[in-house]
């Protein structure tokens, strides 16, 4: 396992009411990265997209060109997966899916290349044309992705190795309510208008215990401290299993402040 650096991340203890909308999940991402499992991981950066019934979640000047709706699929069982990576090529534009794998955004004119990441899938690159209005993107399992495993650690006919990755364990749409009903928004940044993502490292070890945990994407030192508090403060995480044995697992979690 990587370790990673420890940041001192003391709760935080707010009277600021939690930033709550009730009819939307936050696009909160969780990736995943162990010496076990991919180190290909999903991250959120500047938002500039808006979920799909229209509540803003632009953090810098919208783009001007042409507007792109749809939703991403596993392509095995036709559900909408949530908090999968997308970006327009040779942008600033990215954006994840909302809890049932939605999205909405803006392609600036020029630019027609959409990658589309999310940990255990093959990464898909899509051509948009100036027809495209809404798109279905149907993703496939990448085994590389989920089996990285050393081959001296099974016998020598390289037997495929079963992983399951750490989730929270209340379930991934459950766990995105419990953020967007106690992240609490700074003050001091809500007086500033400072919106954007914070992404959040952590280890969950075997016992499920969430430790080393570290900023790996800064908004403020406010905003940071409020992301690590509602994820420790947060419900347990089921640790990953390697052939039914639990394994520490890196995780990150990309957390979005927006007024």
């Not at 396992?1 to 003391?10: E, N």
């Not at 280890?203 to 403020?220: C, H, P, W």
Request: glycine share 6%.
């Amino acid at each position: 396992m990587d370790t990673a650096v420890v940041l001192d991340a003391m709760a935080v203890t707010s009277t600021d009411k939690p930033m709550v909308n009730e009819n939307v999940p936050l696009p909160t991402t969780i990736a995943h990265s162990n010496s076990l499992l991919a180190k290909k991981l999903v991250t959120g950066t500047s938002l500039t997209a808006k979920s799909v019934n229209g509540i803003s979640l632009q953090s810098v000047p919208a783009y001007t060109g042409q507007i792109v709706t749809g939703k991403v699929l596993d392509a095995a069982s036709g559900q909408g997966l949530p908090g999968v990576s997308m970006r327009v090529k040779n942008t600033t534009l990215d954006m994840v899916t909302d809890a049932d794998g939605n999205f909405s955004f803006t392609v600036p004119t020029g630019k027609n290349e959409l990658i589309i990441n999310y940990v255990g899938y093959s990464t898909q690159k899509i051509k948009i044309k100036p027809t495209d209005k809404r798109l279905v993107v149907q993703l496939k399992p990448d085994a590389n992705q989920l089996r990285e495993v050393e081959v001296s650690t099974f016998n020598k006919e390289n037997i495929p190795a079963t992983i399951i990755p750490t989730k929270p364990e209340i379930g991934q749409k459950a766990f995105y309510q419990y953020i967007q009903q106690n992240l609490h928004y700074p003050e001091e940044a809500r007086r500033q208008k400072q919106e954007g993502l914070v992404e959040v490292g952590f280890t969950v070890t075997e016992a499920g215990e969430l430790t080393d945990f570290k900023i790996l994407k800064s908004l403020n030192a406010a905003c940071d401290a409020e992301a690590i508090r509602v994820i420790k403060e947060g419900p347990p995480w089921q640790p990953s299993l390697l052939q039914g044995q639990p394994q520490p697992e890196n995780v990150r979690v990309t957390i979005p402040f927006k007024l």
